[in-house]
């Protein structure tokens, strides 16, 4: 069974920083996606950025400029940084992995940014 298990979360000023890092276990073959997506209350889970073998990297319209992911293939690993945090940043962040035709997703880490 995949499991996929998020850290890095927490409460944070705003104008900091903050590294997500996400890994999964049990995986039998590589993962072709990682990424992370968020969810504010009352809001639709939207993505934040991920990478894919097929479709390279992407970010968010809002993200763009404040944030870096990288990937550890030989581990299954994923690590998102995000910079000048800002209060609607606020939310859940979800770890999202694709293996092949399959989608896991994580338990989700809070960020809570304080003005």
């Known amino acids: 069974q995949v499991h996929v298990v998020e850290s890095g979360g927490g409460l944070v000023q705003a104008g900091g920083s903050l590294r997500l890092s996400c890994e999964a276990s049990?995986?039998?073959?590589?993962?072709?996606?990682m990424g992370w997506y968020r969810q504010a209350p009352g809001r639709q889970r939207e993505l934040v950025a991920r990478m894919s073998s097929k479709d390279g990297t992407t970010f968010a319209d809002f993200i763009q400029g404040r944030t870096s992911i990288s990937r550890d293939s030989t581990k299954d690993m994923v690590t998102l940084q995000i910079h000048n945090l800002k209060p609607e940043d606020t939310a859940v962040y979800y770890c999202?992995?694709?293996?092949?035709?399959?989608?896991?997703w994580g338990k989700g880490t809070l960020v809570t940014v304080s003005s």
């Open positions: 049990g995986t039998i073959f590589s993962a072709n996606a």
């Open positions: 999202n992995i694709w293996i092949g035709d399959k989608e896991y």
